[in-house]
């Protein structure tokens, strides 16, 4: 057997101890006789299981008591349309469009009724992140929109936007976890967790109590309410079980690292290694602005796409997998998730310099 390093920005890269530890419980799972993904979802074992996950995210991501989290499905995407269909009372939400998955959020939520932007960076192919400390937000807005990190463009938010009051609402797929956070500052927090925590088709949303009502927009699917699955402790239905098993498994291993403050150190260190290379290199050199630079996704080119095809090529050859930058931005990203370990990040480099030597 042998793993490659992985940069792929999602799903992507696992801590292999997790991996390691399901495949161990893959065909008796601590004496059931059975696999996770064959037991009941209302079993004693699986009680555990989703209680524990959720006592432990409470635990890293230090959540208050007024907040429930809940564990559905659908990705990230399908919360571009929950949230509006749940949060618009006054129909109308405001949108910060700092790269696609802002900008699908924006179109979705305009189907549910008045979205406005109030901030883009489309006009440099979103590779900063706005000044939001004065927005003109409307008055009567239900919430305001952010995608905290730009998983394609490499941005992220470090200061949250003045928000004069609203609600704050944030997709944060790509960071989630990466770093300490102030939960009180936000009324909802959800994420895709293919990214940092698990398996795809997970979403995990952390949300403020008060947000949880029956008043939602009429027509809103009974699966699409915040409040049957948090009235139902995420088990409204059969929850996506396998993949919140795997969560808290990551959880565990978090945890174990020392918490979130322990990921932003161990984060930064890695990001630094790229950054710093990227900043002396004289073949390769970071797209995104430097105050905007996120520490989980790194974007960059050579200026040359011939020379971006070669150096993805002769990278996979080497064991670096998935470098290639997305479809709409060309070039390369390396995404360097918890997961990714220091090594990957160092042997990255050191192939780049090589990559360098033989082409600048
Ligand atoms: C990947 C990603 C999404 C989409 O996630 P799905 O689970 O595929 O719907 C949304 N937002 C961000 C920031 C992402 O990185």
Not at 75 to 93: T, Y
Not at 104 to 130: C, H, M, N, R, W
Request: glycine letters at 8%.
């Amino acid at each position: 057997m042998s793993r490659v390093y992985n940069f792929s920005a999602g799903p992507a890269v696992l801590p292999e101890e997790v991996l390691r530890e399901a495949a161990d419980e893959m065909l008796d799972y601590r004496g059931t006789g059975m696999s996770v993904m064959e037991m009941s979802h209302r079993s004693k074992a699986y009680e555990t299981i989703i209680k524990e996950a959720e006592a432990d995210i409470r635990e890293l991501m230090n959540i208050p008591d007024n907040y429930k989290v809940l564990f559905l499905q659908g990705g990230a995407s399908q919360q571009f349309a929950m949230i509006p269909m749940n949060l618009m009372k006054n129909r109308k939400a405001a949108y910060i469009v700092t790269g696609q998955w802002a900008k699908k959020a924006f179109q979705e939520a305009k189907l549910y009724g008045e979205a406005v932007e109030v901030a883009s960076s489309a006009d440099k192919t979103f590779s900063y992140i706005p000044d939001c400390s004065d927005l003109d937000i409307p008055e009567d807005a239900d919430y305001v929109y952010i995608c905290e990190n730009n998983t394609i463009y490499g941005t992220k938010f470090w200061k949250l936007p003045n928000t004069k009051g609203h609600t704050l609402v944030a997709d944060v797929s790509s960071c989630f976890l990466s770093e300490p956070v102030d939960v009180t500052k936000y009324g909802v927090i959800y994420g895709g967790v293919q990214k940092n925590i698990g398996p795809a088709g997970v979403v995990i949303v952390i949300i403020r109590e008060d947000l949880i009502t029956e008043d939602v927009l009429p027509g809103t699917p009974t699966m699409l309410r915040y409040k049957i699955h948090a009235d139902n402790g995420s088990l409204y239905n059969t929850p996506p079980a396998y993949g919140i098993y795997i969560c808290g498994k990551v959880f565990k291993w978090i945890k174990k690292m020392g918490g979130l403050q322990a990921m932003k150190e161990r984060n930064e260190k890695k990001a630094k290694i790229l950054y710093d290379f990227l900043d002396e290199s004289r073949l390769f050199r970071g797209t995104v602005r430097r105050e905007d630079r996120s520490l989980m996704n790194v974007p960059f080119v050579t200026g040359s796409e011939e020379l971006d095809a070669k150096f993805v090529k002769e990278a996979k050859e080497a064991g670096f997998e998935n470098l290639k930058g997305h479809r709409t931005v060309g070039g390369m990203r390396a995404s360097i998730y918890n997961a990714m370990p220091i090594e990957g990040v160092e042997k990255l480099v050191e192939f780049m310099k090589k990559f360098e030597a033989e082409n600048a």
